[in-house]
């Protein structure tokens, strides 16, 4: 295992989620649907020319559930973009992050998995943190909230169609999947409300999807030579990079509360990210 080079490539992954974080809030004046539409059209390049190049067949096997995951990828997407117009960027990826908690609801419900006491504990650990940061925190836009949390929801859900999905088909062929049936809704929904980019901002949209292959790409790698408890822990810097891109780029205040409702969340879920690689 080669730890210190899987640390540098999670460093570098959530670095670039972070950038692609940046972009998402500083392109919030542009319709959510119409930043999809980049973010997944600038990925494709990198997705077709992967699987071209190693000859792997674009159109997969389990075809209903490939197509399922990209639905719900694409919902949740585009309410995580949506919700930036309403809460500082780091909250709504801190709030993002409850993925996990409803992942394991959906995997008991609809997989018949269990989860160990020990995990609602930290899932309740996260749940108190969410509710410093609603209940003491008088100044986050309600419907922002609603925005991620169901944004949260169908991320949740993605892991439960993904792990259907298993090793029947190569991870690129997923988010190929995933990708192109973004381009398409995101593109379709949005020539109802298109806004013309104009200079720098056209290479800020197209660098959302570079950003976000890369970060993908890189945490993969991480994992790959790398024990999951060593590295699943540091892809959680993600949220502290981006609250410290938003204090700092875009003046966004975070109250004490804030921060310790967000600390509350990515604790809990670090916790149970290093148990779940331990069993």
Not at 34 to 46: M, N, W
Not at 119 to 141: C, E, H, P, R, S
Not at 166 to 183: C, E, L, Q, R, W
Not at 230 to 258: C, H, N, R
Request: charged share 10%; aromatic share 16%; glycine share 8%.
């Amino acid at each position: 295992m080669d730890v210190r080079n899987a640390i540098k490539y999670m460093l570098i992954s959530t670095l670039a989620f972070t950038c692609m974080n940046a972009i998402v809030k500083y392109l919030t004046h542009y319709d959510a649907f119409q930043i999809v539409f980049f973010r997944s059209l600038s990925s494709l390049f990198f997705t077709f020319g992967f699987l071209w190049k190693h000859k792997i067949p674009i159109f997969g096997n389990k075809r209903k559930l490939l197509v399922l995951r990209g639905i719900v990828g694409v919902t949740s997407m585009a309410l995580f973009f949506m919700s930036t117009k309403y809460l500082p960027i780091g909250t709504a990826v801190s709030l993002r992050y409850m993925a996990p908690i409803f992942a394991a609801v959906f995997a008991v419900l609809l997989l018949k998995e269990k989860v160990k006491a020990i995990q609602w504990l930290f899932f309740l650990g996260a749940f108190i943190g969410v509710v410093i940061l609603k209940g003491f925190d008088a100044t986050l836009d309600p419907y922002g909230l609603l925005l991620i949390f169901i944004s949260a929801l169908f991320s949740g859900l993605v892991y439960v169609v993904i792990s259907k999905i298993g090793k029947a088909d190569h991870p690129v062929v997923v988010v190929n999947y995933f990708m192109v049936i973004s381009t398409i809704i995101g593109g379709t929904v949005a020539l109802f409300n298109w806004t013309n980019p104009v200079g720098i901002e056209w290479l800020m949209l197209f660098a959302l999807g570079v950003f976000g292959y890369f970060g993908q790409v890189y945490m993969t790698k991480a994992f790959q030579i790398a024990a999951t408890n060593q590295v699943a822990p540091l892809k959680y810097l993600e949220v502290i990079f981006t609250v410290m891109f938003g204090a700092f780029i875009f003046g966004e205040v975070y109250t004490i509360w804030s921060l310790l409702g967000i600390t509350m969340i990515i604790v809990a879920l670090a916790l149970n990210a290093l148990y779940k690689s331990k069993k």
